[in-house]
């Protein structure tokens, strides 16, 4: 892609800089977080905790590459809170506890 591609596309900002601002505000992290085969699980559990949204959790997120590093991202900054009943759960706010593929965090 070019950089006049990347500005067409809205990717760079006033001074040239690829990038976007990140949204401020807290996610929930769940209170645990493991590997359970090719999948993340998750639990809220009593330790749940609020992280802030920062550029460095962007950045992280964008160089995911294999179960562990995913792993290492779902407990720092939080999970996807993917669900095979999302229909059941519009807006996913109740979800307790969850499992992930590793291939939906790559895709």
Sequence with gaps: MSTIDLELAGFVDPNGKLGRPVPSGQIIV???????????????????????????????????????????????WGVLALSDDILKR??????REGIEPIAAWQY
Aim: net charge positive; hydrophobic share 40%; glycine share 8%.
């Design 30 to 76: 769940p209170g645990k977080v493991w590997l359970d085969g090719d999948a993340i699980r998750w639990r809220m559990g009593t330790t749940a905790r609020l992280q802030e949204v920062s550029r460095s959790m962007l950045n992280q997120f964008v160089r995911l590459t294999d179960s562990e590093s995913i792993l290492r991202f779902a407990k720092m």
């Design 90 to 95: 519009p807006g996913r706010e109740n979800m």
